[in-house]
């Protein structure tokens, strides 16, 4: 997933960090109007497709009078934003934001080159909203340049027990050639310390938990345009303080473009563990071209496996269908359901349907706090059903499908336009999947470069296997 669609998914977690500096004019009486355009599309469509029965019209009509003003009297593009953040804020549920024209790489105004709807029987984009959204900070960046390509220095940093924690490092990324090894603490990345992150974070949280905010905010914060640089402080596993310039290089994966959302990389592992186990992972479910012809590849090839492992930690959703399809390969009846997407006319099943062969052997999958949207359907639909164990940290609670639209001023619309509903009967919005067990990471259960969520998961294959 390239920079700016972070900057994107956390335009509507809440601005926490990561997002271009910039400056804004007083603005235009033509701008003006594009932004009160902007919210009266916002206002309307919420007003017209609204799906939810507990929907406060009067509430709504309020809401519009008290905030439309603020727009009116903004005096540049994050004031005129801010009151259709605060709008979407009121509803209190996931998938609705505002993302920032700046997220796509163009002027305000300008037109994208693909300007094709998303898919809402298909699309599910990835983030929530918040309350407001407020000037970017600094992102540290050394020597930006608009037209360098999406970059990264490898390292995932998770919120573990009050410490900003590195759990996993890319191999081969500028943080593994730099040394950087899974459990050492993150205390500094560029002017921000882990301290404020955190502050920003808990003010920001609301249906979204602070944890996944912190984690995201973190992310956008290490990554980058390619060839820039940021200084990140660290404490190692021995307890000494660490300070490295660290040159963020090629984000790994195909970078694609879908509907309205920014331009986004895509990136999957195949590869087989020890004793033979198969493991997949997927950081996004966009480019079904690719992405679901190498999954079959590799279950096919993984048939006599005595384990298959799906890691869907820091997946942030996608697209609909793609979960159901994957589900296919694991069930051996036809019409298994993954949930149901519910609209006032209607209760859509996700069905899942059996594959030519199927793999029949133990399935676990992995899931974090940065596992939205699609990434908890498939892992919680895969538990509900009896075919996998969850192994990690309760997902993000954010699984409303949405789609996204371009406004007047330039800037992205997300909103959900169905409830969801598991196959159990629950709604996990706000909740998340619940892991069968749960593993935390420590900053001793790391050192040496261990994974203890996959290790957990194949002590439990192997154990399945005997």
Not at 172 to 187: F, R, T
Request: proline share 6%; aromatic share 6%; net charge negative.
């Amino acid at each position: 997933m390239t920079h700016r669609a972070r900057l994107a998914i956390l335009s509507t977690l809440g601005t926490l960090a990561g997002a271009p500096a910039m400056t804004n004019a007083d603005i235009t009486p033509e701008r003006r109007a594009e932004h009160l355009a902007s919210f009266d599309q916002v206002w309307e469509t919420i007003r017209d497709r609204q799906w939810d029965p507990y929907f406060k019209h009067k509430e709504w009509d309020r809401l519009r009078l008290e905030l439309r003003p603020n727009v009116e009297a903004a005096t540049n593009d994050w004031e005129a934003r801010a009151p259709m953040q605060e709008l979407l804020a009121s509803l209190g549920k996931s998938h609705f934001g505002i993302i920032p024209a700046e997220a796509y790489g163009v002027i305000s105004g300008d037109d994208e080159e693909d300007d094709t709807a998303t898919n809402e029987s298909g699309a599910d984009d990835t983030g929530d909203r918040t309350a407001a959204d407020t000037e970017p900070e600094d992102s540290g960046d050394d020597g930006a340049d608009d037209d360098a390509g999406p970059g990264e220095l490898g390292i995932h940093p998770r919120y573990r027990d009050g410490k900003l924690v590195v759990v996993r490092v890319r191999d081969g990324s500028p943080a593994d050639l730099a040394g950087v090894e899974p459990g050492w603490v993150i205390k500094r990345i560029g002017s921000l310390n882990d301290e404020e992150l955190f502050e920003a974070a808990r003010e920001s949280a609301g249906v979204q938990r602070a944890e996944t905010i912190i984690a995201m905010g973190a992310t956008a914060r290490l990554d980058g345009d390619e060839g820039t640089s940021v200084e990140v402080e660290f404490i190692d596993t021995r307890g000494k303080r660490r300070t490295l310039e660290l040159e963020r290089g090629p984000e790994p994966g195909k970078e694609i473009r879908f509907g309205h959302l920014p331009g986004t990389r895509v990136y999957q592992e195949t590869r087989t563990l020890e004793n033979g186990v198969g493991y997949y992972a997927l950081d996004v479910f966009l480019n079904p071209p690719d992405v679901m012809p190498t999954f079959e590849r590799f279950v096919r090839e993984h048939m006599d496996a005595p384990g298959i492992v799906i890691d869907m930690r820091g997946n942030h959703g996608g697209i609909i269908p793609m979960s159901m399809g994957m589900g296919g390969w694991f069930v051996d009846e036809p019409n298994i359901y993954l949930g149901e997407l519910i609209t006032p006319e209607s209760r859509l099943k996700l069905v899942m349907n059996p594959r030519d062969v199927t793999y029949q052997g133990p399935v676990a999958v992995l899931i974090d706090e940065v596992s939205i949207s699609n990434a908890e359907l498939l892992s919680g639909g895969l538990k509900d059903i009896g075919r996998a164990r969850v192994f990690g940290n309760r997902t993000a609670g954010l699984l409303l499908p949405s789609v996204v639209e371009l406004l007047p001023n330039g800037d992205g619309f997300q909103y959900a336009f169905a409830g969801y509903e598991s196959a159990s009967g629950n709604s996990p919005e706000g909740v998340g999947v619940v892991p069968h067990e749960e593993v935390l990471e420590t900053p001793e259960s790391l050192a040496g470069g261990h994974d203890p969520v996959l290790e957990a998961a194949l002590s439990w294959i192997a154990d399945e296997s005997n």
